[in-house]
């Protein structure tokens, strides 16, 4: 049973490219959630979603980030484009939504623009 | 409002036990959770507490929980160099779901 699968595990882009980071969840679970790590610093929460759906995405910047999670297929986080201030580690956690025990995270996109 | 604050960095001897501490603030918090990220990888949940205990153990790590002060602890026991990381103490809430606040994490070193 394959743990929360993201990649690319690494990932440079040039200051006005788009990322896209993908993350499967695992197996079962319907609920993905999505994390920045800035260098030196927590984790913070992005966004939320339940397969179709948008549920909170008061983490979101409001301009160039956008994420879906479509009936079929990843998560996709999209950042268009990409400024040096967005140069982090991207992480994707997903559940069943039934836990209260905290959920199971990948092992992150770390994002670099150049 | 939501807030979580650890301190930054401890070095401890290989051997002796560790202790690294959390306070929040969100008193209607309901799970606390100890995560451990080595370099270059994801998060590892350790353990987790819920708000109506006070302590955890589970092997080497002990968990206190004083809520009247909303601070929370992470004690490992015979600090071995493999449990050099970084550990984030995070808060949730029950109900609807998981969204975890974390804090900045805690850099522990260990020594020979």
């Known amino acids: 049973n394959a743990g929360v699968m993201q990649n690319p595990r690494h990932l440079v882009r040039r200051r006005g490219q788009e990322a896209r980071l993908r993350c499967s969840p695992m197996k079962g679970h319907s609920h993905v959630y999505w994390y920045r790590q800035l260098p030196e610093e927590g984790l913070k929460f992005m966004v939320y979603?339940?397969?179709?759906?948008?549920?909170?995405e008061s983490g979101m910047p409001k301009e160039r980030f956008s994420a879906e999670f479509p009936k079929e297929g990843p998560s996709i986080l999209r950042i268009q484009q990409v400024v040096r201030g967005d140069s982090a580690a991207y992480f994707c956690?997903?559940?069943?939504?039934?836990?209260?025990?905290?959920?199971?995270f990948g092992s992150g996109t770390r994002l670099t623009v150049v | 409002g939501e807030d979580v604050e650890q301190s930054l960095f401890l070095s401890v001897r290989e051997g002796d036990s560790s202790v690294i501490n959390c306070t929040y603030t969100?008193?209607?918090?309901?799970?606390l959770y100890w995560y451990k990220q080595e370099p270059g990888a994801g998060l590892q949940l350790l353990t987790y507490i819920f708000s109506n205990m006070d302590m955890k153990q589970d092997q080497r790590l002990t968990v206190l929980l004083n809520k009247k002060d909303k601070h929370l602890s992470l004690r490992i026991a015979d600090t071995q160099t493999g449990d050099s990381a970084i550990y984030f103490c995070a808060e949730s809430k029950a109900g609807g779901y998981n969204k975890l606040i974390f804090g900045a994490g805690t850099r522990l070193a260990v020594h020979p």
């Open positions: 979603l339940q397969k179709e759906n948008i549920i909170d």
């Open positions: 956690a997903s559940s069943s939504g039934s836990e209260n025990y905290g959920y199971t």
């Open positions: 969100d008193s209607s918090s309901t799970y």
